[in-house]
């Protein structure tokens, strides 16, 4: 209390334990010396932080996302301590198991368990006078299969009079769905991807003869096809009888 109330006089000791005042903050310690003949010492004194409060934060994957395609995500790790500050972090995947302590970032890159579906990471941080939070976490839905499909132009029909036709889609993904699809004529050209729905209207590329077209898909968690599907069919001029 900075030597405004002292204890009773005990027998000097190289080391004594000492009860700092009550609540978190700067603690000053003083203290006096008598020697055999009664004569008393200057004040001395030294200050010490107390902190009994343990951090707060929070642990998001990849910014909050619902879907990753890959099992190497970023963690973003707001943690605060009033007093001593964050100065550690450590992860888990159960909330009972954890890694080793790591210094305190603000981000940091982390590689989930293996195999598809949802994974959840759990994160706690520690001070500098060694208070623990509370385990905190966050879910994510591992997705790196593409989706499956196919295409069929006009049902299936093998032959048109009109470059105008219905694209008839069929794609399943098991863990994010399929969310978009794109079309082509030749392969190599895309149309802008746009939102999965099981038909489409597309134009045939201008002249007579079979005509291709090929479809891509896309899943939730931006996986796409690498096998471009798709479905012919033969482009005819109507005859007039």
């Given amino acids: 209390d900075g030597g405004a109330n002292w204890s009773e006089w005990r027998p000097f000791a190289f080391k004594d334990t000492w009860a700092l005042t009550a ?6 310690v003083s203290a006096q010396f008598k020697d055999a003949a009664g004569l008393s010492s200057a004040i001395v004194s030294d200050t010490i932080t107390l902190d009994m409060t343990e951090p707060t934060g929070s642990v998001s994957i990849n910014g909050g996302a619902l879907y990753a395609n890959s099992r190497s995500v970023t963690l973003g790790l707001p943690a605060s301590d009033g007093l001593s500050g964050v100065t550690y972090m450590r992860f888990g995947t159960d909330g009972s198991n954890w890694g080793s302590w790591r210094a305190y970032t603000a981000s940091t890159t982390y590689t989930l368990p293996s195999g598809e579906g949802t994974r959840t990471v759990y994160a706690q941080f ?9 385990a905190v976490s966050d879910s994510i839905i591992v997705d790196g299969t593409p989706p499956d499909g196919g295409i069929l132009i006009n049902s299936g029909a093998a032959y048109t009079t009109s470059t105008a036709v219905t694209l008839n889609l069929d794609a399943t993904d098991g863990v994010s769905g399929v969310s ?6 030749d392969g190599n050209s895309y149309s802008a991807w746009q939102a999965y729905q ?3 209207s597309w134009n045939l590329a201008s002249g007579e003869g079979i005509k291709l077209v090929y479809a891509k898909f896309r899943d939730g968690a931006g996986n796409a096809t690498t096998i471009y599907y798709n479905d012919s069919i033969a482009l005819g001029t109507p005859v007039t009888i």
């Fill in 180 to 185: 978009q699809m794109c079309f082509s004529s």
């Fill in 198 to 200: 099981s038909t489409a």
């Fill in 126 to 134: 520690k001070d500098g006078a060694g208070n623990v939070s509370a």
């Fill in 23 to 28: 609540g978190d903050g700067v603690k000053t």
